[in-house]
Structure formats: structure tokens, C-alpha cells
């Protein structure tokens, strides 16, 4: 499996092992008020003659903060970090910030693997599983590095191995603790495969390659079951709005169907359905140049059905979901749509293209209308959809709007406990108003300059009156360009948190 760094996390009891003797590239100790008389630091605090504690009370003073040592005589560690624990009440992003730097630090070891010593500091409100769950999905998603189209400077991931050690692990709790690592892991593994999806240059995942790709997934995961749709499939089912997105490019769009049944046969499925743009030149309304290569990430929300789906079938999830991956190129070309073009939707509904850069919306909205026929218990769709939620949230919230508020409260409460949060921004009649034309039934833009984040969602809603639908907006949250330009694998974590705790 490309997308899977690290081979192996293990969670083990200290009082089955020795850590002063531990072979390890990298021995991690978080230090709290309590370790000072814990009998796993006390055994390597004396073995190393009591250098850590002097380090400790010399070197280790705010929370939050770490101290690297190299070899410690009398402990067989390569390195060791210690971090001192956060307060309780210090924010998740901290706590996963931690645990992120701990793996950042690894990989420019070129640590092989981290051996983590758990203390009893918590974040509020959280257990030890939650910590354990965490730090494997953290230290998973962190150890990736894209090399795929790198030859001469390529630097693979070093890091293969994680081994958390607790000293309270002992019968239901040590399966608990496994079970806990196995989900992290595997929401990491999804993570980096919407990250990967999503890194790759726009010349290396067209919506074909894209296809051989999650074809090939189902070797790996025989429990996944994919459908894939052409561009004369979508033309039969009446697709016009979607297919007027990828007429101005020579790659042809795709259109992948991933359904997962590990739920009881009769629970109707969670449809995730996820925006595909494989490049986004804004087609004959084009873009700027400047960042326009950031518009690979406009596949993001694909990518993170994909990566939903892996960690799904990995963890053999009891859940029914049909994820949709909706691809297609938006090029500017003589045969591309042109402003004031109208199409005909799978709906029935036309649409007036007053822009064609507004293209997500037109191909979400004919596989919104497909995906009515699972006929879902709930529906979201996750896209990189406008710019405007840049401005209106920033780049830590992923936009939320629904036309049902459970679902939209179960979305946000997922963001707080995963730490990929999302925030929400109102889906009214009065906003409704704005896609009306003289020419069509709709047009895909509308409102000016005002909330151009829920006029997109407004034209969507146009389109998922049939079930209960929320739309996640991740322009802000899929990519960033500072403090490197990189994929997030976001919101792999959010929508995994979902579906696993069936809040649904
Ligand atoms: N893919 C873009 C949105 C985007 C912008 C994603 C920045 C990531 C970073 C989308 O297709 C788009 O171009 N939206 C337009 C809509 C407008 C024409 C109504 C936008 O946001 O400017
Ligand atoms: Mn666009
Ligand atoms: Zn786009």
C-alpha cells in the first residue's frame, strides 16, 4: 500500500518491558508533576545516573516544550525527547501539535521508530484511548512525505514503527488500547491517501489515472466495491451540467462509485459525494496566474472520500456508506463552455453558466441527484468549493451548511473531538433568491460580492431536496500554502470520526 507509512503500531504495558534496555531510534518521555515518582522513569532516570532528572529541572521548564538528548550512557535508546505534558486545559490543536512535532523530529533523525511513554496528563474531557487513538493517527499522517515525482533529491519516510507504552494496560484495557491504536492508524492511513491524491501534480492524477487508482484499491480491500462511469455513462443518465465542466479539456472526466457494506443489509447508506476537479483553470472565465497551481488540491474533496473509504474497509467499520468521487478537468479551450451557456441538469433543472470558474457546483449537482437513487439516510458532500470561505472562516475551519441540523451538529461535534473542526454558516430562504435568471432555471453564480460560500451551497441545495444533506466547504482546510504549500488529508479525520462513532 503506497499511502501507508509506518508498518506496525503496538501498544504495550511497561511492566512487560525493560525501557533502559529498549532498542529504539528515538525513546519518547512525557513528563507531568506525577512522572517525577513513576517507577518507568525512576528505572531510567537511575540508569542514567540521574541525568534526566537534572535535564528536566535544568532544561524543561514551560509546558508544551521538549528537550532532545542524544545517546544517554546506560540507556540503550539512540535518542531520547522528553516533553513536558500541556495543561489540561490547553486546546486539542496543541495537544496534536505536540505529538506532530515529536514525529517531525523523528523524521529528521531518520528515526526507524518511536518508542512513546505516555504520562497521565489529558487533554479535558478526553481518556487515555483518545490520547492513544491520537497519537497513532498523528504520528501516521505526519510521517508522510510526497516523493512520488522526485528522482535525484527524493527522501523517503524513514520512520516504521510505534510503540506506545503505558503503565496501566493491563486485560479489557490493553484490548481497548490496541483498539484504539488500530483506529488511529488507520484514520492516519486515510489521511495520507487524500493527502497523496491530492499532492500529486495535476498531470499525474487526470481523472483516468485517478480511476486506475481506486480500482486498484480493491485488491487491498476485496470489502470495497467500485463502479466507474465515462464520459458517454454520464451522458446517458442526462448529465449536461457535469459534463459541461470537462468539454473544454482533452482528458475525459470520471465519475467513481465506492460502496462499502460492512453495516446490516437493510441500513440505508451515508453517501459521501466529493468534488474532483483534477486542475482548475477557471475554463474560459480563467484565472489569475498567480498560486494557480495551487488548483491541483481542487480534487480534495475525491480525495478525501477515497481516503474515508480505505480507512472504512481497513477497519472493517459496521457502517453501510457509498462514497462518490466526481472528477473532471476544467480546461479553456474552442471547445470549452462559454458564460451564458445553458445546460441541461440530470435534474431536469438548466443552468445558465454565468461563470466557469463556479465549476464544482456543476458537477456536484448532477451526482447530488445521482446519489438520491441509494436513497440515503444522509448525504454530504465535501468540496473546495469557494474562496469566499477563506475570508469568512480562515484556514483552521472547514464550512458547514445543511438542510438538516443534526446533521450539521453531528459534523461539528466529529470536528471537535477529531480536531479537524468545521464551523457553520446559515443556509436561509432568503439566500435562495440569488441563483434566479431570465434564461435558465438557475445560474451558477449569484449574490456579488455577498457570502459567496452559501450561495454555492444554495445552488446546491437546489439539488438535494430529496434527503437530509449537509455540505462541507474545505477551500480553506484540503491544502495550505504557508507555512509549505501541502495537502492536509482534511477532513479524512472529521468524516472518519463520524461514520466510526455512528453519531449518524
Ligand atoms: N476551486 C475554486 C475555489 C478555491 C479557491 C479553492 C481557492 C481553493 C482555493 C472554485 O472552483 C472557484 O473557482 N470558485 C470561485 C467561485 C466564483 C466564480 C463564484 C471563487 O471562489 O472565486
Ligand atoms: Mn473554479
Ligand atoms: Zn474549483
Known sequence: MPYKILNNIAVKDTSSVDLTSAKTSLLVITINKDTLKDADFK????????FLKNSISSHLKDEGSSLLLPKVNGIEAESIMMVKALNADAPLHKWLGSLKSITKQANKLKAKDISLLLSSSLPEGKDIFWMIENSAKTIESNAYIFTETKNKTVKNPTLKKLVIYGNDFSGANLKKAKDSAKKGFAIGEGVNTAKYLGDLPANHATPKIIEKKVKAMTKDFPNLKVKSFNEKDLAKMGMGSYLSVSKGSDEPPRMMVIEYKGGKATEKPIALVGKGITFDTGGVSLKPPQGMDEMKWDMCGAATVFGVM?????????????????CAENMCSAKATKPGD?????????????????????????????????KPKYVIDMATLTGAVVVALGRHA???????????????ASGEESGDRAWQL????????????????LANIGGGREAGTIHAAAFLSKFTTDYKWAHIDIAATASHSTPVKEGTGRPVPLISELLLSKKL
Open 426 to 441: 446559515p443556509l436561509w430562504d432568503e439566500h435562495q433568491s440569488c441563483t434566479n435568471t431570465s434564461y435558465a432555471d
Open 342 to 374: 445553458v445546460v441541461t441538469s440530470m435534474s431536469g433543472q438548466t443552468i445558465e453558466i454565468l461563470n466557469t470558474d463556479a465549476e464544482g457546483r456543476l458537477v456536484l449537482c448532477d451526482a447530488l441527484t445521482y446519489v438520491g437513487k441509494y
Open 310 to 326: 480505505s480507512t472504512l474497509a481497513r477497519l472493517n467499520a459496521k457502517v453501510n456508506v457509498v462514497g462518490i468521487m466526481a
Open 398 to 412: 472547514s464550512g458547514v451548511m445543511a438542510n438538516d441540523q443534526h446533521l450539521a451538529d453531528m459534523i461539528i
Open 43 to 50: 528505572a531510567l532516570d537511575k540508569a542514567s545516573k540521574g
